[in-house]
C-alpha cells in the first residue's frame, strides 16, 4: 500500500514536472511549451500566444499551421520589447490525438544597447530647469534598449516640461535607428518648447471671503513661470483653509498672442455653522462626552469662533477660541481663548479659569505658539485646605516632526520643546520658570516590524511650591506615559523624567504585537526614583492612525493587577 502511494506521488510530480511549463488558451486544441526564458520575459511572451490561441474556434489543421508560423513572429516582437534583437527559435509542431503541441526553445542572444542618444532643444531660450530635466533623463548610452522604457520616459520628460509652463510642448523628431546588422540603436529627440506662459491674474468665484485673505493663499506671484505645480499646492491650501468644500479650476486656454494666463478658481462654501456631538471611552478618563459648535466664517476677513465641552468622570472642561488668520494662513493665526477647567484626581482637585492670547506660525521649519495667558486657579490636595493661585504666564512651544507615512509610519522622529515662566511682580503670586523636552522617535529594518522610543523631561524652578497651581505641575502614569499605572497617578511635581521603548511586529494584515517597558516618575527631590512597568499590545494599524490595547504591569507595585490601556491617533501629531 505504502509502495502504491509513493508511486503516485512520484507520478503526480513527473505529470508536474512535464506539463507545468505548457501553455494553455481555455478550450483550445493547442498547446504549447516555452524553453529557455526566464519568468521576466515568459510572461509577456505567454501572454501573447494566449491571446492569439483565444481566436482559434474549431480551427482546422491550416488555421493552426497558420497561427503557429504568425507565433515565431510574435515571440520576437514580444522580444524585441525588452531589448532582445537577435534570438534564436527552434520550433516544432505536432498533431497528437485530437489536439495539436507546439515546442519554441528559444535563445534571446544579446541585448541591444543604446549606442547614441541625443536630446536636442529647439525654439527655446536657455533654461537651467529644462536643462536640468535632460540631464535627469533616465535613459543614458549603455543602457538595453527597452522600447516601452523609453516610450514611458519621453512622456515623462515632456510631462514635466508642461508643468514649468511650456504648455504648447511638443516632440519635433523621435528617431529609433536600429542596425540589426551591427546591432547598434541610436535615439534622437529633438524638443519642442515652444514660448513659456506665465501666471496671469488669480481670481475666484466665491462670495463669503474677502479677495485680500484669499491672496494670503496663493504660494506665487502674477507675472511668475507657470507651474501645475504651483497651482496643485494652491488648490490643496484652499481645500485645507476649512472654508471651502470643492475647490475646481476650470481649463486654461491658451493664447499665441497673450502668453500672461489668467486663472480662476471656483470655491464652494462650506456650511458657516458646525456642530459636534459625541461620547466615548478611555481608560484613561473613562466615559467622555463632547459637544461643540463652530462658526466657520464670522466675517469676510474669515475669522472663526469655537466652543467645546467635554465631560468626564476625572476632567470636565469649556473652551471658547476666537481665531484670525495671519499672513499665510493655513499655518499662521492669531487666538484668543477662554476655558474654564475641573480636574479631580486622587491626590489632588483643581478649578482652573484661564484667559489666553496666541500666535501660532512657522520658524525655521518648526512649529511655533507664543502665548500668553492669565489663569487664576483654586485647588486642595488631599487633606489639606483649599489654596488659590493667579498667573501671568508668557510662554513658547515649538515642535518639529519628520516621518514617512502619517497613518503608520516606519521612519519618523518629533520633538517638542516648552519655555514658560511668570514673576510675582506681575499680575502672580508666585514667580516660577518651568522647561520640557519631549521626544518619540520610530524605526523599521523591514515593513513587518516597528522599534518607538519615546521621552518627556521637564523641571521647574519656583520660588512658592506650595502656591504653584497643580495644574501646571508634572505628572506621570497613563497610556501615553509609564503603562500600568493609572493616569496621572505618579505627582504633581515639579520634576519629570519618563522613557518608553516598544517593539511591534506584524502577525496578520494590519495587526501587531507588541511589547513595551515604561519607566519615569514624577517627584519633588531629586535623585528620581523611575517606577517601572511593563507588558504586551496588539496593535491594529487602522485608517484613522494606529489603534492599540495594553496590558501592563506597574513592576513596583507588587500585587497590583494588571492595567488595560486604550490608545489611538496619530504617530506623530
Not at 508643468?163 to 546591432?183: C, D, Q, V, W
Not at 479650476?249 to 456631538?277: C, G, H, M
Request: hydrophobic share 35%; net charge positive; glycine share 8%.
Amino acid at each position: 500500500m505504502i509502495r502504491k502511494i509513493r508511486l503516485t506521488i512520484a507520478g503526480l510530480a513527473l505529470f508536474n514536472t512535464i506539463f507545468a511549463p505548457l501553455g494553455f488558451a481555455e478550450n483550445s486544441p493547442v498547446a504549447y511549451q516555452l524553453q529557455g526564458l526566464n519568468q521576466d520575459l515568459k510572461s509577456p511572451v505567454q501572454d501573447g500566444l494566449d491571446r492569439s490561441l483565444q481566436t482559434l474556434v474549431h480551427p482546422s489543421a491550416e488555421d493552426v499551421q497558420l497561427w503557429y508560423q504568425h507565433s515565431i513572429y510574435d515571440i520576437k516582437q514580444a522580444l524585441e520589447a525588452y531589448g532582445y534583437f537577435k534570438p534564436t527559435i527552434r520550433h516544432s509542431l505536432k498533431k497528437i490525438d485530437t489536439g495539436w503541441y507546439a515546442n519554441f526553445q528559444i535563445s534571446i542572444g544579446p541585448p541591444l544597447k543604446i549606442t547614441s542618444l541625443k536630446i536636442l532643444i529647439d525654439n527655446t531660450k536657455q533654461d537651467p530647469k529644462i536643462t536640468k530635466l535632460i540631464t535627469d533623463f533616465p535613459l543614458h548610452e549603455g543602457d538595453i534598449f527597452r522600447s516601452e522604457i523609453y516610450e514611458e520616459a519621453k512622456q515623462k520628460l515632456l510631462t514635466k516640461v508642461v508643468a514649468e509652463g511650456y504648455l504648447s510642448a511638443f516632440f519635433s523628431k523621435h528617431t529609433i535607428i536600429i542596425n540589426r546588422k551591427t546591432y547598434t540603436s541610436k535615439l534622437i529627440l529633438t524638443l519642442n518648447t515652444g514660448p513659456r506662459y506665465n501666471f496671469g491674474p488669480i481670481s475666484f468665484q466665491q462670495s463669503i471671503l474677502n479677495n485680500c485673505l484669499l491672496q494670503r493663499y496663493i504660494p506665487f506671484k502674477s507675472g511668475d513661470p507657470y507651474s501645475s505645480t504651483q497651482l496643485l499646492k494652491l488648490q490643496d491650501n484652499l481645500n485645507k483653509s476649512g472654508y471651502f468644500k470643492n475647490v475646481s479650476i476650470p481649463d486654461v486656454q491658451i493664447s499665441k498672442e497673450n502668453q500672461n494666463l489668467p486663472v480662476t478658481f471656483i470655491l464652494t462654501p462650506r456650511s458657516s455653522q458646525q456642530y459636534t456631538a459625541g461620547i466615548g471611552y478611555g481608560t484613561d478618563v473613562g466615559i467622555r462626552g463632547t459637544l461643540g459648535w463652530e462658526s466657520r466664517y464670522l466675517n469676510k476677513e474669515g475669522h472663526r469662533f469655537s466652543v467645546l465641552s467635554q465631560l468626564s468622570k476625572i476632567q470636565n472642561s469649556l473652551q471658547t477660541t476666537y481665531t484670525i488668520p495671519g499672513k499665510h494662513p493655513n499655518t499662521d493665526n492669531y487666538n484668543i481663548n477662554f476655558a474654564i477647567v475641573t480636574k479631580k484626581l486622587s491626590q489632588v482637585r483643581t478649578s482652573t479659569q484661564q484667559l489666553g492670547l496666541g500666535s501660532i506660525g512657522q520658524w525655521k521649519g518648526w512649529k511655533r505658539n507664543l502665548f500668553l495667558n492669565y489663569q487664576i486657579e483654586r485647588f486642595n490636595y488631599l487633606n489639606r485646605p483649599k489654596t488659590n493661585s493667579h498667573l501671568l504666564t508668557p510662554g513658547l512651544n515649538l515642535s518639529y516632526s519628520k516621518f514617512d507615512n502619517p497613518l503608520f509610519a516606519h521612519h519618523g522622529y518629533q520633538l517638542n520643546f516648552r519655555l514658560q515662566g511668570a514673576d510675582q511682580n506681575i499680575l502672580s503670586n508666585t514667580s516660577f520658570l518651568q522647561t520640557e523636552i519631549q521626544g518619540k522617535y520610530i524605526l523599521s529594518w523591514d515593513d513587518k516590524s516597528r522599534l518607538l522610543f519615546r521621552g518627556d523631561v521637564g523641571y521647574t524652578l519656583t520660588s512658592n511650591l506650595a502656591n504653584f497651581p497643580p495644574s501646571l505641575l508634572f505628572y506621570a502614569g497613563g497610556s501615553q506615559s509609564v503603562r500600568g499605572y493609572a493616569y496621572q497617578s505618579l505627582g504633581p511635581a515639579p520634576y519629570l523624567v519618563t522613557g518608553s521603548i516598544e517593539y511591534q511586529h506584524k502577525l496578520i494584515h494590519n495587526f501587531y504585537g507588541a511589547i513595551f517597558f515604561d519607566a519615569g516618575n514624577a517627584v519633588n527631590n531629586f535623585p528620581i526614583h523611575l517606577q517601572k512597568g511593563s507588558g504586551l499590545g496588539l496593535v491594529w494599524a487602522s485608517p484613522l492612525g494606529p489603534m492599540e490595547v495594553t496590558a501592563g504591569k506597574a513592576l513596583d507595585l507588587p500585587g497590583h493587577p494588571l492595567r488595560f490601556q486604550f490608545t489611538m491617533g496619530f504617530d506623530f501629531l
